[in-house]
């Protein structure tokens, strides 16, 4: 017998994920999903590592992790990402991935989350178009 969850699509598992929660991580995962595809009309939804929601665009852009007392969007390759508004708060010693940890009063800065996601997505086209081998 199939799992269920191997034949929903990660949009809906995302919808269970938010529904499930029910408080205000599942409020701030669902607002934080709604401006990632606003800036990114062509961003893909994805389920991975036994339950994390992930948006992608040739290449992944950031995870939504949800833990007791964060939401925590972690973006893959963000310490190559220009950050002027420092939404960045957490990750900042690793090479590559840095991440926003919102907090249940915090506000999100919209304008810059969707800057975010649009140099995410940029970054990972134009390493999508470097030739290979140079």
Not at 31 to 56: F, Q, T, Y
Not at 68 to 80: E, N, S
Not at 98 to 118: F, G, T
Request: aromatic residues 6%.
């Amino acid at each position: 017998m199939t799992d269920a969850k191997e034949t929903e699509s990660p949009s809906s598992l995302i919808d269970a994920r938010i529904a499930e929660l029910g408080d205000w991580r599942g409020k701030t995962l669902a607002h934080v999903r709604k401006l990632v595809k606003g800036a990114d009309p062509d961003v893909i939804e994805e389920w991975k590592w036994r339950g994390v929601p992930v948006w992608s665009h040739d290449g992944i852009i950031c995870t939504g992790e949800t833990y007791k007392q964060i939401v925590k969007l972690t973006f893959a390759k963000g310490a190559a990402l220009d950050d002027p508004a420092r939404l960045f708060n957490s990750s900042l010693e690793g090479n590559t991935r840095r991440a926003i940890d919102i907090r249940e009063d915090d506000a999100i800065d919209e304008e810059a989350l969707k800057a975010l996601v649009r140099a995410a997505v940029e970054l990972n086209q134009a390493k999508k178009k470097k030739p290979v081998g140079g």
